[in-house]
C-alpha cells in the first residue's frame, strides 16, 4: 500500500511538529511542503484540521514518532473521532531501515533513530555523522561510516537548565531561552546575561566536546547536522563541517514511510 501522501508527526515534550509530504521521496532529500507547529502536552488539536483544509485535499495517511505518550494518545484520539478512515501508524525502532547497534534499540527515542536516518541520505559517503537535536533536552549521537546509529549521550536543554537553575535556587529568575536563538556575550554584566551566557555557551561547549570524543581521529572528520529550537544559532559555531537541517526527524519519518512501501524493512 502507498502511504503517500502522508502527514509525518513529530511528537515532543514541548511541541508538536507536522508535515505534510505529498509524493514519496526520490533520492534527493525529502522536505515537507508545509508544516505545523502546535503545542505539547495539551495542543489545541483543531489547528490541524483547518491546516489541512487549507493544502491539498485528499485521503491521508498518519505515520507517528513520539517521545510524549499523552500528547500522543491525545493526537490518536483526536484522529479516531476526525478522520477515522485513514490509517495511523505509531514508528517504533523495528519500521526503520536503520542499524542500530546498542544494547537496547527497543528503548532509543525514536526521533533520535529518525535523526539517524535522515542524516544517512545527508552525509558524505564514508563519513560518520554527529547529529545533534537541541530541544527539550540536548542529543548528541553518532553514526557510523557505513550507516549505523551507535548512540550517543543526552544532556538537558536550554529550557530545562533554566528551570533548574530557578527552581533549585533562592534568587535566579527564570530566564526565557527563546532570547537565545543568537548567541549572547559569553560575559555578563548582571545576573541574566550571566545566566544566558552560561545557558548557551555552556550547551556550545558540551556539544563541541562530545563531538570532538565522539570521533576523536581527524582523518574521520564528520559531518555534522543539527535540528531543534536553538540548531541556527549553534550551527555556525560548530566549524564548516555542520549544517542545521530545521525538518530532520519530519524527513526520517518520510524515508521509513518510502522504505515500508517498498518493503526494504
Known amino acids: 500500500m502507498n502511504p503517500f501522501p502522508l502527514i509525518a508527526v513529530d511528537v515532543g515534550n514541548n511541541r508538536t511538529k507536522l508535515g ?99 542524516a544517512n541520505r545527508l552525509r558524505r559517503p564514508g563519513r560518520p555523522a554527529i547529529v545533534v537535536d537541541v530541544g527539550t533536552a540536548i542529543t548528541v549521537d553518532l553514526v557510523s561510516a557505513h550507516g549505523a546509529f551507535l548512540g550517543g549521550a543526552i544532556l538537558p536543554g536550554l529550557a530545562m537548565s533554566a528551570r533548574a537553575m530557578h527552581a533549585f535556587t533562592d534568587l535566579l529568575p527564570l ?18 546575561p550571566a545566566m544566558r551566557a552560561g545557558l548557551f555557551w555552556g550547551a556550545v561547549g558540551a556539544i563541541r566536546e562530545l563531538a570532538a570524543r565522539l570521533v576523536p581521529s581527524p582523518d574521520d572528520a564528520p559531518d555534522v547536522f543539527l535540528t531543534g529550537g536553538a540548531g541556527p544559532a549553534v550551527a555556525e559555531l560548530l566549524g564548516p563541517n555542520a549544517r542545521h537541517v530545521p525538518h530532520l526527524t519530519l524527513a526520517g519519518i518520510a524515508l521509513a514511510a518510502a522504505s515500508a512501501r517498498d518493503g526494504t524493512k
Open 175 to 192: 530566564i526565557d531561552v527563546s532570547e537565545l536563538a543568537a548567541p549572547p556575550p559569553p560575559l555578563g554584566t548582571a545576573t541574566v
Open 20 to 118: 505534510l509530504f505529498p509524493e514519496a521521496p526520490g533520492s534527493a532529500f525529502p522536505e515537507p511542503s508545509q508544516t505545523l507547529t502546535i503545542g505539547s502536552p495539551d495542543p489545541h488539536l483543531d489547528q490541524i484540521g483547518s491546516w489541512i483544509a487549507a493544502g491539498p485535499c485528499g485521503a491521508l495517511s498518519w505515520w507517528i514518532a513520539s517521545v510524549n505518550r499523552l500528547a500522543a494518545t491525545r493526537l490518536i484520539d483526536w484522529l479516531g473521532e476526525n478522520r477515522p478512515e485513514e490509517p495511523v501508524t505509531m514508528l517504533a525502532a523495528s519500521h526503520l531501515p536503520l542499524e542500530v547497534a546498542v544494547e537496547r534499540p527497543d528503548v532509543v527515542g525514536v526521533d533520535r533513530l529518525l535523526d539517524a536516518l535522515a
